[in-house]
């Protein structure tokens, strides 16, 4: 599977999760391209992709940043928006800021998407076991859905 896994990140925090999904992507065996939507988008939509892994930081009061939303809008200009079931998104935040803010980038762009898969949800940077074992578990979770998904589909069994 083609997987493009696009972040943006403020403090290297989400960057550092998407490392970790990227890494545990191509461990199940998939082709990743790692991409920081703060690039040339063209460029990376310019291959095509199964699954697309959105990451994100969390902006004042709960909102996307606006680097992300460019990407989206690229996104959406590209081709038109990914189905839904093949998008997934991740994002880091911080608590102290208020529960109904935390992670707000990353349920707001979930919504946007209407994406059926949990949003990982990771507090400031990610570290220990704990973060790892959540970390690989959504991945597991997500990886196993579209595989499911391309399996029922037979013009997917036959490419």
């Given at each position: 599977m083609q997987i493009?896994?696009?972040?943006?990140?403020l403090s290297g925090n989400t960057r550092d999760v998407a490392r970790q999904l990227a890494a545990r992507c191509q461990w199940h065996g998939h082709q990743v391209r790692l991409f920081d939507v703060d690039g040339d988008a063209a460029h990376a939509l310019a291959r095509p992709h199964d699954?697309?892994?959105l990451g994100s930081w969390t902006d004042n009061a709960g909102r996307t940043p606006a680097e992300m939303k460019?990407?989206?809008?690229?996104?959406?200009d590209h081709g038109g928006l990914p189905s839904a079931q093949r998008?997934?998104?991740f994002g880091t935040g911080e608590t102290q800021w208020g529960l109904?803010?935390?992670c707000g980038?990353?349920?707001?762009?979930?919504?946007?998407?209407?994406?059926?898969?949990?949003?990982?949800?990771?507090?400031?940077?990610?570290?220990?076991?704990?973060d790892t074992l959540a970390i690989h578990s959504?991945?597991?979770t997500v990886l196993a859905h579209i595989e499911t998904l391309d399996h029922a589909d037979p013009a997917r069994r036959h490419a």
């Open positions: 493009l896994v696009a972040y943006a990140s699954l697309l892994l460019r990407f989206v809008a690229a996104v959406r998008v997934a998104v109904e803010y935390y980038a990353a349920h707001r762009l979930a919504r946007f998407f209407s994406s059926p898969h949990a949003v990982l949800e990771i507090e400031q940077m990610p570290h220990g076991a704990a959504w991945a597991d």
